[in-house]
């Protein structure tokens, strides 16, 4: 089982960059895929990058894709997202997620197939 905290969400203007955390508990992390979710007022949490437990493999949103980096570091049990390009429609709840994984191939993009969770942070674009 695996903790999550995330945290580096704040408010920044369009154009501008922010880096996320994820850290989490445990003595396990390199075993669990990682991902990032947001989740907007109104609408339903979608998938923004994900990360295998290796490393080796990395999976973005399109529309996130050339301005979001994700990445982790296994030692320090903690996951980022570094955030470019900020735009207001990238407002929105981010949460941090794990899975168990030993598969070598794309990390899971979908809500249901992560089990752990994270308890979210603000991100908010001002144009």
């Known amino acids: 089982q695996v903790q999550l905290v995330e945290s580096g969400g704040g408010l920044v203007q369009a154009g501008g960059s922010l880096r996320l955390s994820c850290a989490a508990s445990g003595r396990t992390f390199s075993s669990y895929a990682m991902g990032w979710f947001r989740q907007a007022p109104g609408k339903a949490r979608e998938f923004v990058a994900a990360?295998?437990?290796?490393?080796?493999?990395?999976s973005y949103a399109d529309s996130v894709k050339g301005r979001f980096i994700i990445s982790r570091d296994n030692a320090k049990n903690t996951v980022y997202l570094q955030m470019n390009s900020l735009k207001p429609e990238d407002t929105a709840v981010y949460y941090c997620?794990?899975?168990?994984?030993?598969?070598?191939?794309?990390?899971?993009?979908?809500?249901?197939?992560?089990?752990?969770w994270g308890q979210g942070t603000q991100v908010t674009v001002s144009s």
């Open positions: 997620a794990g899975e168990r994984s030993s598969w070598y191939g794309p990390p899971p993009q979908r809500v249901h197939e992560y089990t752990y």
């Open positions: 990360i295998s437990w290796s490393g080796s493999t990395i």
